[in-house]
């Protein structure tokens, strides 16, 4: 169970007390502290990056009915789910009304359902000959391991909507989750349950951590929403590597 007051990150399914520098979270209303997080370190980065790399080439053999199935189970989780102790968090540490909070986590389930029924349609496509015997077809193949740099404003929606998309296509994914939704975020990777050991990981840290995950060898892509600087930063990084990024 997540407790806000002890600096973790996470790889599913277990929360993993950090050992880097711990900050704490201030509430931007009453500057009350409402937990703790610690920077993600290089050696836990590249522990984490070692297991989602190994559960990713499990996953992304699975057959993609399968992966669609699991996604409906994540999608059941959420709705399933009393998601408030969550929404509470958001609006602790973030400042976001509560029932802006309360509808953002509500609206998850959507994302898994639809990308669940996209999963299923990976069959590529034939393309017309160029010479008499030759035949051209296409076809889909996982990545490898995505990396999600999310924003404060909508920070458990947006990164569904990036993480469930990857996870239909066969990919693992790693969270890198803005400093002002880290709690929420980190509360919210409970519903995960129903994937694979290994395969999503969640690491609270600022812009060094993403940096770090960006360039590594071990991450395959990118997924940003933030600001127009920062997003400049992501794409040059992604690009430096010849990594596909969706900013």
Known sequence: ???????????????????????????????????QLAETTAAELDAVLTRVN??????????????????????????????????????????????????????????????????????????????AGSFQYARYEALGVSVH????????????????????????CIIKPALATTLSTLKFMEVFEALPEDLIACLPGGADVAQTLIASPLTHAV???GSVAAGKAVAAAAAAQMMPAVI
């Open 149 to 172: 740099v999310m924003p404060f404003n909508f920070p458990i929606l947006l990164m569904c909507w990036t993480v469930a998309a990857s996870l239909a296509s066969g990919n693992g």
């Open 1 to 35: 169970m997540f407790d806000p007051s002890n600096p973790v990150h996470f790889l599913h399914p277990r929360y993993i007390e950090s050992s880097g520098k711990r900050m704490d979270i201030a509430n931007p209303a009453t500057l009350a502290v409402e937990g």
């Open 223 to 225: 997924a940003f929403t």
């Open 54 to 131: 190994a559960a990713q080439k499990q996953w992304k053999q699975v057959d993609a009915k399968t992966r669609a199935t699991i996604l409906h189970r994540i999608a059941n989780r959420i709705e399933a789910t009393d998601m408030r102790r969550c929404a509470e968090l958001m609006v602790r540490e973030q400042g976001k009304p509560y029932p802006e909070a309360i509808g953002e986590v509500a609206n998850c389930a959507g994302a898994f359902r639809y990308f669940a029924e996209m999963a299923r349609d990976e069959a590529g496509k034939v393309a017309g000959t160029t010479q």
